[in-house]
């Protein structure tokens, strides 16, 4: 079996945003303040420490999750996605085009949250991925209407209340209803 | 014509990019990190702090506490004269620090640090018959606390009831944070501020250093409603105090939990409301009395009352204000502080009103309107409270507004309330520079911020508009104390002061290049409006505005949704549509979280808020908030600025919280007098 | 703090049984939330990441699912809805979105907290716990002895919970939940209910209410011995009600932030009654599967 270090800190070697990263940090850190304070990629934020917030949220081989909640340490080879990863290249992500032109935030703190939680929300509806409102359980594909992008954005709290435009900004990068 | 176009927020791109830099996220080498040690009780006095286990920590830098922290200059604000003296005024104050390598190191020694205290009892708990209330010598921001006009007559209809607040934490999204920088004798603190320059002003007075040597940074700002407004929260003061005894750049964020106690929230209020009428609806007398509390580390005294000062017309009005000083964690601004809390009483009783007269409730409020300021005797500015009312009847079908308690669809019961809104419209002295960059484009600072409002757009878009220029052409410098001053984003003046500012520099500009006959490079104009602003003519300034909630109660249950809320505001003019609307709707969620799940509970044995984080403080998630939507009327106010605006942040809260309470006793045909109206309260009186 | 990182469950069982404090950490989910806030500091932590068979389900020969203890609420959500319906449906009001992409029935087994939401369906569709330690081997605990007090459970210091073994469904399930948001909700309460057609009986199983998850016993009965089985006749609404105060009277809640305990009561009662009265219906439609 591979011990740990019996020492407070371990190497961790993952991707992030396609790079390779590879730093030596304290196994109490969590992946969100490796992000932070360590690889210098703020983007992600910090609104709780506790995921109830979702300011945090990134993805993790494909998944979204709350980096707060994450031990960095247990993310060896993670291939991890921020808010800084999205866009391809100088093109922003549909969903970063489409939360500017609806304004879908104010302050923009729960912003990088919220957009890599939609991201999440896009690809889990296409999986067929049921919500706890997803009135049909067996369909291929979930039709993402307001009330299901209201239930499945829930894990992200924008204080300022900007939800109308963050549901509005979804529904057009989804391509106006249906993602399969 | 830039004014009121629908612009993207200028920072919107960097916004979701991620590079927006928020306080505490500039990069600075050799940063440091610092956690505060808050006290266990919630009375009494420090006896010893013990660190040694702390500082044997390997990592850990240094500790703080009293007797073993810098000095400050001005120790009379006790909130701020962090780690100045032993006494403990609440639970959670700061009284200790740790500063470490990483925040790991120091949160883990944080734990180490042995405080023991001298515990007096302590007393948390406001209650309507408090032994202590007292009058305080005034009330925010700068009223008299007791009024009383005319005499009261016998009335044919009355209502005489008493409605409970709980307190209220604003919880913005972006915990405070501050990276204190100290090079030589300047300290440079990247804060997450409302206001750059009037924290630097503040800080340099506790730190007895020139406003010069001190400079304020804050970029972007997650969220603040009124939580990192000036005077500043003692994290930022403890920051610097960190900072300056390391001899390193530290940085301190306070954690979500900590800004329960240690970042201001609203007080919780009792609020008995009075009004006599004549059968036709025809308020004769209204009294407004408010119970609040105070902390004893420094009072603030909610001017709750003073929306019955000016809101409708009667013959005889009285409003007083009585504080309890307890031993609580200091309470401050919170969106719309006085008129919130002020409205969501008055508005419930105007609806008591409205049933106990048999008359509308849309009509009532119409029937009351005053012709002059009721309290300064002043003409209003403007004031269109009447066509917000009928258009949002219009708009929302208010005529099928059911009787109490009669309409039932499936197992809910469903109905529909009203409320006015209101808020001061005022603006206060600016300073801003115009000026021709090297590429021929312009340039507009002032220490203005934006908390999330939209003003850096705004401003961008008054700047382009008195230039006479395309907004892609200007470039508006904002959120540091360095730049001309700029008073802090609060009460709904910073767009009215900033942009009034910004609006005299442009014009100034402009004439100076047709003087100049081209837009020569360096040319430049600066503006102060203090001046003119002083100059004002009396008027009364409000915004005002109608809300509007359908809301559905399960009967079994006694769960509360709220489908529909329409707000119709009448604020000025309006410099951007859609950011406009923006700041509107995010009031009005924040008044359904006021009405239905918000409640921060008082721990009574331990003196602090039970509910301390986000998974028990319940703000409105994207499932709770269905159809709410704002209109507006066009409404420049040619009283109220040279750009006719009113101020947008903080009426959309106002009287949201009365609207879908009215809406549950029109559903259920109950009165609820306490907020949150909670399925617990709601149960107990359904058929 | 150390951090231990076994490959396989047999080393995980032994650095368990080397260090009994050892907190293990799957999803992180509920571990993280102690950390971050230092309200415990274990001496070590033991990811089980890299114990790739925590993250299966398979079938069993005894026509039981067993379902590892580190598959995430998300793929029972996925993979075994259709096959785990009430469970599924308690999934989906789990934390939030992100929370479900990583937290596990093992998590919340291991925290043992009344407010989990996985307690109610397992407790209703008479689901098994699979334990091990190095020392004494596997035992299997019923879901109903598993839970033995606030945030308290059956499992030793030096075991780990491996799987919970459970019966597809044979009937309709059913799972409500109450609180004051309309998502992001810990449970104020909830309720969860299994129809076993085969010998005509019920599961039930609430949530924070008591200090413990717990079965309504006397509901169970009294409903399954006034169910129309057989005849499939619609359900009495005296009998829904019935069923919904007895549901309520095995439960002993408290006041807390989230709400009082006569409101508990009531609520309980409301989600029993609604919940037998949503899986009969499905029930005579003949379906298995239903959802709220």
């Not at chain 2, 929260?233 to 610097?240: E, F, H, K, M, T």
Request: with cysteine; proline share 6%.
């Amino acid at each position: 079996m591979e011990r740990g270090e019996t020492a407070v800190r371990a190497e961790i070697a993952l991707r992030v945003n396609g790079e390779e990263r590879r730093v030596v940090a304290d196994t109490r850190t969590s992946l969100l303040d490796l992000l932070r304070e360590r690889l210098g990629l703020t983007g992600s934020k910090k609104g709780c420490d506790h995921g109830q917030c979702g300011a945090c949220t990134v993805l993790v081989d494909g998944r979204r999750v709350n980096a707060c909640l994450a031990l960095a340490v247990a993310h060896q080879g993670a291939d991890v996605v921020t808010v800084e990863g999205l866009a391809d290249g100088d093109e922003p992500h549909p969903l970063q085009r489409a939360f500017v032109e609806n304004d879908a935030f104010q302050c923009g703190y729960c912003t990088p949250g919220q957009l890599c939680s939609a991201v999440g929300v896009l690809a889990e509806a296409a999986r067929g991925w049921p919500s706890h409102v997803t009135a049909d359980l067996a369909a291929d594909g979930v039709e993402l209407d307001e009330a299901e992008i209201r239930e499945r954005m829930s894990g992200n709290i924008c204080r300022c209340g900007a939800y109308p435009g963050i549901v509005a900004a979804i529904r057009e990068a989804a391509g106006g209803g249906t993602a399969r | 014509m830039e004014l009121g176009a629908p612009l993207d927020r200028v920072e919107g791109w960097d916004k979701v990019a991620g590079r927006a830099r928020y306080s505490g996220e500039q990069r600075v080498a050799g940063v440091c990190h610092a956690v505060a040690v808050q006290a266990e009780i919630a009375h009494g006095e420090v006896l010893a702090v013990d660190a040694t286990a702390a500082r044997a920590v390997p990592g850990v830098i240094d500790v703080l506490a009293y007797g073993d922290a810098p000095a400050l200059a001005d120790t009379s604000d006790f909130e701020l004269a962090v780690l100045q003296s032993p006494r403990v005024a609440y639970r959670g104050q700061i009284v200790a620090a740790v500063v470490a390598e990483t925040l790991e190191i120091a949160r883990h020694a944080q734990r180490l640090v042995r405080v023991t205290y001298d515990e007096l009892g302590h007393d948390v708990e406001l209650t309507p018959d408090h032994p202590g209330l007292y009058r305080p010598e005034k009330i925010s921001p700068d009223d008299p606390p007791d009024t009383g006009e005319g005499e009261e007559t016998p009335a044919e209809v009355s209502v005489d009831v008493t409605y409970e607040t709980p307190a209220f934490h604003n919880n913005p999204m972006e915990p405070h944070a501050t990276l204190a920088v100290w090079e030589g004798d300047h300290l440079t603190l990247y804060d997450s501020t409302q206001g750059a320059a009037a924290q630097r002003d503040a800080l340099a007075a506790l730190l007895g250093m020139p406003a010069e040597r001190v400079r304020v940074v804050a970029h972007h700002v997650g969220g603040g409603f009124g939580s990192k407004g000036v005077p500043p929260r003692p994290n930022s003061v403890l920051a610097a105090l960190c900072a300056r005894r390391v001899g390193r750049p530290v940085k301190l964020a306070v954690t979500r939990q900590q800004m329960f106690s240690i970042t201001g929230y609203r007080t919780p209020t009792f609020q008995r409301m009075r009004i006599g009428a004549s059968k036709d609806g025809r308020i004769a007398d209204i009294e407004h009395h408010v119970i609040e509390q105070t902390s004893t580390a420094r009072e603030f005294a909610e001017q709750s009352g003073v929306v019955t000062r000016m809101m409708y017309a009667a013959r005889a009005r009285r409003t007083t204000h009585r504080l309890a000083r307890l031993d609580v964690p200091v309470n401050s601004w919170m969106r719309a502080p006085g008129e919130c809390p002020g409205m969501y009483a008055l508005e419930s009783a105007m609806d008591e009103l409205a049933e106990a007269c048999g008359i509308d409730p849309v009509e009532l409020r119409i029937r009351n309107e005053p012709e002059r300021d009721p309290d300064s005797g002043n003409p209003f500015s403007s004031r269109r409270l009447v066509e917000c009312l009928r258009l949002g009847a219009e708009r929302f079908g208010w005529s099928s507004r059911p009787e109490p308690g009669t309409r039932r669809e499936g197992r809910h019961l469903v109905g529909m309330g009203v409320a006015a809104a209101t808020y001061p419209a005022a603006a206060r002295p600016a300073q801003a520079l115009a000026r021709v960059a090297d590429d021929g484009s312009f340039t507009v600072s002032i220490a203005a911020a934006d908390i999330g409002t939209g003003a850096r757009t705004a401003l961008t878009q008054i700047a382009a508009d008195a230039l006479g220029v395309p907004v892609a052409r200007v470039r508006v410098e904002i959120g540091d104390s360095a730049l001309p001053y700029g008073p802090l984003a609060g009460g709904s003046m910073g767009n009215a002061s900033w942009g009034w500012a910004v609006l005299r520099a442009c014009e100034g500009l402009r004439d100076g290049i047709a003087r100049y006959g081209g837009a020569e490079p360096g040319l430049e104009c600066r503006a102060d409006t203090s001046g003119e602003i002083k100059n004002q003519e009396a008027y009364a300034r409000h915004s005002f505005g109608a809300q509007f909630a359908e809301v559905r109660v399960d009967v079994d249950s006694g769960e509360i949704r709220v489908p529909r809320m329409l707000g119709v505001f009448a604020a000025g003019r309006v410099m951007n549509a859609r950011l406009a609307r923006s700041q509107f709707v995010g009031g009005m969620v924040m008044g359904l979280g006021m009405a239905l799940t918000e409640e921060s509970r008082m721990d009574r044995e331990f003196g602090d808020y039970l509910n301390h984080d986000l998974a028990q403080y319940h703000v409105p998630v994207n499932a709770d908030v269905l159809g709410i939507d704002a209109i507006w009327l066009d409404d420049p106010d040619p009283h109220a600025n040279p750009l006719g605006g009113k101020g947008i942040g903080e009426i959309g809260i106002v009287g949201a919280a009365a609207a879908i309470g009215n809406a549950v006793h029109n559903a259920t045909g109950h009165r609820f007098r306490r907020l949150p109206i909670s399925p617990p309260s709601v149960i107990p009186h359904l058929p | 703090m150390e951090f231990l990182r076994p490959t396989s469950w047999g080393e995980a069982l032994a650095a368990k049984a080397d260090a009994p404090g050892a907190v293990p950490i799957a999803g992180g989910t509920d571990v993280m939330v102690e950390l971050n806030f230092d309200k415990h500091r274990p001496e070590a932590l033991l990811d089980l990441n890299r114990v790739g068979e925590l993250a299966t389900w398979s079938e069993e020969e005894d026509g039981r699912l067993r379902v590892g203890a580190a598959v995430p609420y998300a793929r029972i959500i996925g993979e075994l809805g259709g096959r785990l319906p009430g469970l599924a449906m308690a999934a989906r009001t789990v934390g939030s979105p992100q929370i479900r992409n990583r937290g596990t029935v093992g998590g919340n087994l291991g925290a043992a907290s009344p407010a989990g939401d996985s307690h109610p369906p397992l407790l209703a569709a008479d689901a098994e716990i699979e334990v091990e330690s190095a020392a004494r081997g596997t035992r299997m605990i019923p879901a109903g002895e598993f839970y033995t007090g606030v945030k308290r459970s059956a499992l030793a210091p030096d075991e780990l919970i491996r799987a919970f073994h459970v019966r597809p469904a044979e009937g309709p399930q059913q799972f409500s939940k109450i609180g004051t948001r309309n998502a992001m909700v810990i449970a104020v309460c909830s309720f969860g209910l299994a129809l076993h057609p085969s010998d005509q009986r019920i599961g039930t199983g609430i949530g924070s209410a008591a200090p413990t998850p717990r079965r309504a016993f006397e509901a169970e009965e009294y409903a399954a011995g006034e169910l129309d089985w057989a005849g499939r006749s619609p359900l009495d609404e005296r009998v829904a009600r019935r069923f919904g105060e007895l549901a309520a009277r095995a439960a002993a809640p408290i006041d807390d932030v989230r709400g009082t305990a006569e409101y508990r009561l009531h609520a309980l009662s409301v989600m029993a009654r609604r919940t037998l009265t949503w899986a009969w219906k499905d029930y005579l439609n003949g379906g298995a599967t239903a959802c709220a």
